[in-house]
């Protein structure tokens, strides 16, 4: 019998007030060599149903601008919220997703990783099996809740990591460029399942990659940033953009526009529209 499908956190509320406002924020490490400044007075707001994208090359503060809105670093200046609320501290309502699927305890089964933290905080066992079933079955795995994680493929382990996340019932996914340590062919069968899983469910998720091809597929929103530190270059719209339209010559265009303004002349007009028609690209506030 299909597990009883668990109530959803607010996912699909539709409300003016952005879910998550990150106003102004730097963020810095105190190295050996002094302070290290990751970025520098970044602005974004996501909205609930967002799939909202950081994109920039290394070192331009995704990841730690990812820690920031899991409460796990403190802003040096300007301020994080969720739903009105102060980011201060980790906590379930921001679940990360790492590239890292190794670390999925390889003595637990499948279904016990995905049980794990809800068990820890404090869910009842039948209830985080029940949901652990009901996820993995959502991700494809459903055939694969008693394996062990060294029995599985990397795309699989990946889609683990998704169902570990997602059962959590987090009001914003966190994902740190999740697939990228995955082959091409695996990779894209992840943004793909990705993609599926959003439409059916519609959960927000900030989703960090320095690829511009995945941001595209993956985003509806995308913010560009500049490395050293880590500023706003611009914020597009990328919501006509999936995997279908990735060889059109729309796509290409929309590529080549993000590459010149990531690494070239970042002067050239901007008003010359991804896409074309559309005004795909805003000048942001705070854009330098
Ligand atoms: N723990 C740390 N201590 C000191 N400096 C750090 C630390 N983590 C990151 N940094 C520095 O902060 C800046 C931003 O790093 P961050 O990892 O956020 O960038 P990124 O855009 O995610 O890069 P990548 O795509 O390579 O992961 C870099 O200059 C980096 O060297």
């Not at 406002?21 to 609930?48: C, N, P, Q």
């Not at 039948?126 to 459903?142: F, I, M, P, S």
């Not at 382990?157 to 091409?184: H, N, S």
């Amino acid at each position: 019998m299909e597990a009883e499908e668990p109530s959803m956190s607010p996912l699909n509320l539709v409300q003016n007030e952005p879910l998550l406002r990150v106003e102004h924020v730097t963020l810095a490490y105190k190295g050996e060599r002094g302070i290290v400044r990751a970025t520098e007075g970044v602005s974004f707001d996501v909205h609930r149903g967002d799939r909202f994208v950081l994109l920039g090359p290394s070192g331009c503060g995704k990841s730690t601008l990812l820690k920031a809105v899991g409460g796990f670093i403190a802003p040096q200046a300007g301020s994080l919220t969720l739903a009105g609320q102060a980011i201060t501290r980790p906590g379930p309502d921001r679940i990360v997703v790492f590239q890292e699927f190794d670390q999925l305890p390889p003595w637990k089964t499948v279904r016990e990783n995905v049980m794990f933290p809800m068990l820890a905080g404090g869910v009842k066992r039948k209830e985080a099996d029940q949901r652990a079933r009901h996820w993995l079955g959502k991700v494809g795995l459903a055939r694969f809740v008693d394996a062990y994680p060294h029995t599985l493929s990397g795309g699989m382990k990946a889609r683990v990591a998704i169902a570990r996340a997602l059962a959590m019932q987090p009001a914003i996914l966190l994902m740190d460029e999740p697939f990228a340590a995955l082959d091409a062919l695996t990779r894209r069968s992840m943004q793909e399942a990705l993609q599926a899983l959003w439409e059916e469910i519609g959960f927000t998720m900030l989703f960090v990659t320095h690829s511009i091809e995945e941001a595209l597929v993956v985003g509806n929103r995308i913010l560009l940033l500049s490395p050293h530190p880590g500023r706003v270059r611009a914020e597009l719209n990328s919501h006509q953009f999936s995997l279908a339209s990735a060889g059109s010559a729309e796509f290409q265009a929309a590529t080549q526009r993000i590459h010149d303004l990531l690494f070239g002349d970042v002067h050239a007009p901007l008003e010359r529209a991804l896409g074309g028609t559309d005004h795909a690209f805003d000048h942001h506030p705070n854009c330098r």
